[in-house]
């Protein structure tokens, strides 16, 4: 047992001495440290990130759109003849009112009362939705200013579905007054036929 434990101290009182000289031969050694600037440069690398270039695009503004196109000019009627007739369109349902306008007695050279403004009676719904047609022939007289006064139905077929509305669109008439020795006067018994027809569109 005892020889044990001194075999055991003698072991390591061997190691450590082996030790102590080891550390004293690297103190020893003929490195030195970094420590002289003149001897030794130490570089850094710096990566430089290289400019990319930049794109630009030049953007333009869309153009306008193009102007609408005027609307075509609409024909002028003539008025040059006693007997004037009319056709007309009235919205969905294909409506045709033909206007023949007449007057009692002759035209004189002074200057003759023309039509200058028709306006398109409205089509009676009633009689529209039945498929109703026919006329209505008024009489009414044409005043100094080119108005219309006093329109009266004189015949209408059928009775009662159109007089309101032919008599409500020859109020909205206008005329070229008739000429007298150079003063316009009324022309009473003016008689204006107004036909309802549904085209067949």
């Given amino acids: 047992m005892i020889i044990r434990y001194v075999f055991g101290v003698v072991l390591g009182a061997i190691a450590t001495f082996a030790l102590f000289m080891l550390m004293q031969a690297l103190i020893k050694s003929d490195r030195s440290a970094l420590t002289d600037a003149d001897k030794y440069r130490i570089t850094d690398f710096v990566r430089l990130q290289e400019d990319e270039d930049l794109i630009t695009k030049d953007r333009k503004p869309k153009p306008p759109p193009p102007p609408d196109e005027p609307p075509p000019d609409m024909p002028r009627p003539d008025f040059n003849t006693s007997d004037v007739s009319q056709g007309v369109d009235i919205g969905s349902v294909d409506?045709?009112?033909?206007?023949?306008?007449?007057?009692?007695?002759?035209?004189?050279?002074?200057?003759?009362?023309?039509?200058?403004?028709?306006?398109?009676?409205?089509?009676?719904?009633?009689?529209?939705?039945?498929?109703?047609?026919?006329?209505?022939?008024?009489?009414?007289?044409?005043?100094?200013?080119?108005?219309?006064?006093?329109?009266?139905?004189?015949?209408?077929?059928?009775?009662?579905?159109?007089?309101?509305?032919?008599?409500?669109?020859?109020?909205?008439?206008?005329?070229?007054?008739?000429?007298?020795?150079?003063?316009?006067?009324?022309?009473a018994g003016v008689k204006n036929r107004i036909t309802f027809e549904l085209s067949d569109g």
């Avoid at 159109?162 to 109020?171: C, T």
């Fill in 95 to 187: 409506v045709k009112v033909d206007l023949n306008v007449g007057g009692i007695g002759g035209f004189s050279s002074d200057g003759d009362y023309l039509p200058i403004v028709k306006v398109n009676p409205i089509y009676p719904r009633r009689a529209q939705t039945r498929g109703i047609e026919g006329y209505v022939i008024l009489e009414f007289i044409v005043t100094k200013t080119g108005a219309v006064r006093d329109p009266v139905v004189i015949e209408a077929k059928p009775p009662g579905i159109f007089d309101n509305a032919a008599i409500q669109a020859a109020l909205k008439f206008k005329y070229k007054p008739k000429v007298v020795n150079g003063e316009a006067i009324d022309v």
